[in-house]
């Protein structure tokens, strides 16, 4: 699935879609280059699901910051880490497999330790005006409903 966000209230909207079909335990990465809208997806993720009154920002300097809202939602930031054995000194298995929604930015970084199923959905700049691609790609049954429901939602 494809979705072309044409303003920085468009991400935020879509992110908002989207948390309004999560459930307890979901993983979602993020992947795309600086500056493509993940920080911001993010933000519609956590006001969709009712975190309000924080700033929800990247959380670069201290790898994951953890809210609460509707459920627990963990927000990753993985772009400062230079190899995934740095990720495991974070214990983040722990954080990513229990009953919170988990967002992981700079995904890629986690290489081998990747999830093996979750929702990928890949961010782009179109235009440096804020336009982005927003690409979906779900991995596994989980994510594949997910992502059914995601679209649905999307298209009313």
């Not at 935020?12 to 911001?40: H, M």
Request: proline share 3%; charged share 30%.
């Amino acid at each position: 699935m494809k979705i072309i966000s044409k303003s920085v209230n468009d991400t935020i909207n879509i992110g908002k879609r989207i948390a309004k079909n999560l459930k307890p335990a979901d993983i979602i990465c993020l992947f795309g280059e600086l500056g493509s809208g993940k920080t911001i997806l993010t933000k519609g993720i956590a006001l969709g699901l009712g975190i309000k009154g924080v700033n929800v920002n990247s959380p670069s300097f201290v790898l994951m910051r953890k809210y609460l809202g509707k459920f627990p939602f963990y927000h990753f930031d993985f772009y400062r880490l230079k190899i995934p054995q740095d990720i495991l000194k974070l214990g983040y298995e722990e954080y990513l497999y229990n009953e919170a929604i988990s967002v992981i930015e700079w995904a890629d970084r986690l290489r081998y330790l990747m999830p093996d199923e979750f929702l990928k959905i890949e961010l782009s700049i179109i235009k440096m005006n804020s336009q982005r691609l927003l690409k979906f790609t779900a991995r596994g049954r989980r994510y594949k409903e997910l992502l059914e429901k995601i679209h649905e939602d999307i298209r009313d």
